[in-house]
């Protein structure tokens, strides 16, 4: 090699000798610089993503945790306010309380198990040819027990014999402990 050099010219070995450092520098970056730069950028960019995560990872965790602390508060709540009665009992007795017993044409109750526990029940109430101030006063009075119960499903028909009854429908559901 240095026999093929010694036989060129000065200006030539300058070319040779230039293209040489040329090629050389152009695998170095090739095979080495560009992949270790594009590796940074990956590694920057994931780290960037992980922070991301991280910070959607924390607010998550405290959400959990409000709706955790909210969870034990309504189970302390229902677990305080356990009068021993059912709501199916409760609802009877404000309909006999307000004068609405006889209106009643159906009462269908239902359970069910949650996860936690606890046990949703559930109502679900035909009242016929009642106002509607007497109707607003049997929700309040069964929202405002200590059942903790809610009015989850609503339905309500003006009638056509009188337009100043009502046919209603509801749905009231509560939370009970086993």
Do not use: C, W
């Not at 070995?13 to 992949?35: C, E, M, S």
């Not at 959400?63 to 009877?92: I, Q």
Request: hydrophobic letters at 45%; aromatic letters at 6%; glycine letters at 6%.
């Amino acid at each position: 090699m240095t026999e093929l050099l010694r036989r060129l010219s000065a200006r030539e070995r300058g070319l040779v000798i230039g293209a040489a450092l040329f090629i050389t520098a152009a695998l170095v970056y090739g095979l080495v610089v560009d992949p270790l730069v594009a590796s940074q950028r990956r590694y920057r960019s994931m780290a960037t993503r992980k922070r991301e995560d991280l910070a959607r990872f924390q607010m998550l965790a405290t959400d959990y945790r409000k709706m955790d602390s909210s969870l034990k508060y309504l189970e302390n709540m229902v677990s305080a306010g356990k009068s021993g009665t059912s709501l199916l009992a409760a609802m009877e007795a404000e309909a006999r309380k307000l004068g609405l017993a006889s209106r009643i044409t159906s009462m269908k109750p239902s359970s069910n198990e949650l996860d936690s526990g606890m046990v949703e029940t559930s109502v679900d109430m035909r009242i016929e040819k009642v106002n509607l101030r007497e109707f607003v006063g049997f929700l309040k009075a069964i929202e405002g027990s200590t059942l903790m119960a809610r009015t989850g499903r609503l339905r309500i028909k003006t009638r056509f014999d009188d337009p100043q009854l009502l046919d209603a429908t509801v749905l009231v559901t509560a939370l009970e402990t086993r």
